[in-house]
């Protein structure tokens, strides 16, 4: 089945710091990726849509300058928290689509998630 | 009204009995409709999908989907205690392809 490499897997940064997360699609290719974030006891919200070769399209509410968004290639997206403060320490995960393995060849297909990190911001 | 509502739980079910995990939504036009599992400090787990009305089932699992309704089920036969997780449903909402996530149900399998 499909699979999504995230990392690192949890991280511990000072305020004020910018951190970095990468997510991989690892055995397929994936032009559209997703960010979410889950706070405790929460559901997961989605940040941003991440397109390959273009611009990231942001949920509402969503800073586009605090989180950065490249999605530089058709296996590797990344999500930047800069200038980072503890209201960000939050569990971050992505997504992907493989339209191949699910055999839809559209929007309907699932999405497989990443492993996650868990950025705690002190 | 949430897009997507899930009864938060805890939901008990001893070993071996059927677990019922309930979800409903608002976007009358949704088109497909999926159902993961989390882990306590993990990221979800595809379970199942759905996009016709009707039943579907693989293995111990079978998604319920009734769209006059808006409703969509997940049920769990044999529970076993490694069942015991939170259950997401997640609807494709709007005509855009994102997900929009539910709270998620607790499921305790008991011994």
């Known amino acids: 089945g499909a699979v999504v490499s995230q990392h690192p897997s949890w991280v511990i940064c000072k305020s004020g710091t910018s951190v970095k997360i990468e997510c991989r699609s690892l055995?397929?290719?994936?032009?559209?990726m997703f960010w979410y974030r889950q706070f405790p006891k929460q559901s997961l919200m989605l940040m941003a849509t991440s397109n390959e070769g273009s611009k990231a399209t942001y949920e509402q509410g969503v800073e586009k300058d605090k989180f950065l968004i490249n999605h530089a290639s058709l296996t590797l997206s990344t999500l930047t928290v800069t200038s980072a403060h503890p209201e960000d320490s939050s569990f971050y995960i992505c997504?992907?689509?493989?339209?191949?393995?699910?055999?839809?060849?559209?929007?309907?297909?699932?999405?497989?998630f990443g492993n996650g990190t868990r950025l705690t911001v002190t | 009204q949430k897009e997507v509502e899930q009864n938060s739980g805890p939901l008990s079910v001893p070993e071996g009995a059927i677990a019922s995990l309930n979800c409903t939504y608002s976007d009358r036009g949704s088109q497909s409709f999926f159902w993961y599992r989390q882990y306590s400090g993990k990221s979800p787990e595809l379970i199942m999908f759905i996009y016709s009305n009707g039943d579907k089932e693989d293995g111990r699992f079978t998604a319920q989907l009734n769209k006059a309704s808006q409703y969509v089920s997940l049920l769990i036969r044999d529970s076993q205690p490694s069942d015991s997780a939170t259950y997401l449903c997640?609807?494709?909402?709007?005509?855009?392809?994102?997900?929009?996530f539910g709270t998620g149900t607790q499921l305790k399998v008991e011994l």
């Open positions: 997640a609807v494709r909402t709007g005509g855009g392809n994102k997900l929009t």
């Open positions: 997504s992907a689509r493989d339209f191949v393995a699910t055999g839809v060849s559209s929007d309907n297909s699932p999405l497989h």
């Open positions: 055995d397929f290719q994936a032009t559209t």
